[in-house]
């Protein structure tokens, strides 16, 4: 199993940045496709970003598209998203999470697709 835990949330003013760490364990995490979801307060878990395996194929969310990036460092077992040009809409607690897919290439965007999760981390956007 892969057990993930995530870092670097906290309070920012609209317009600025953050980066969000996620560390695995596990000898296997350069097998797994990458996740991070998030959820606000009152509305469902949704899609931000994810990355393949591999780190070559990434897919965004039309919300975040052009302010957030995903990457990966498989030597360091760990991924991150890099969030610039924040709003108050992207206050939320956000999720990492692994998927074992198919095919190295691919990128799934669905949460139930997702085998393992983290406990997430709070990112607050104040006007």
């Known amino acids: 199993q892969v057990q993930l835990v995530e870092s670097g949330g906290g309070l920012v003013q609209a317009g600025g940045s953050l980066r969000l760490s996620c560390a695995a364990s596990g000898r296997t995490f350069s097998r797994y496709a990458m996740g991070w979801f998030r959820q606000a307060l009152s509305n469902k878990r949704e899609f931000v970003a994810g990355?393949?395996?591999?780190?070559?194929?990434?897919y965004y969310a039309d919300s975040v598209k052009g302010r957030f990036t995903i990457s990966r460092d498989n030597a360091k077992n760990t991924v991150y998203l890099q969030m610039n040009n924040l709003k108050p809409e992207d206050t939320a607690v956000y999720y990492c999470?692994?998927?074992?897919?198919?095919?190295?290439?691919?990128?799934?965007?669905?949460?139930?697709?997702?085998?393992?999760w983290g406990r997430g981390t709070q990112v607050t956007v104040s006007s």
């Open positions: 999470a692994a998927d074992n897919p198919p095919y190295s290439d691919l990128v799934v965007a669905v949460s139930y697709e997702y085998d393992y």
């Open positions: 990355i393949s395996s591999s780190g070559g194929s990434t």
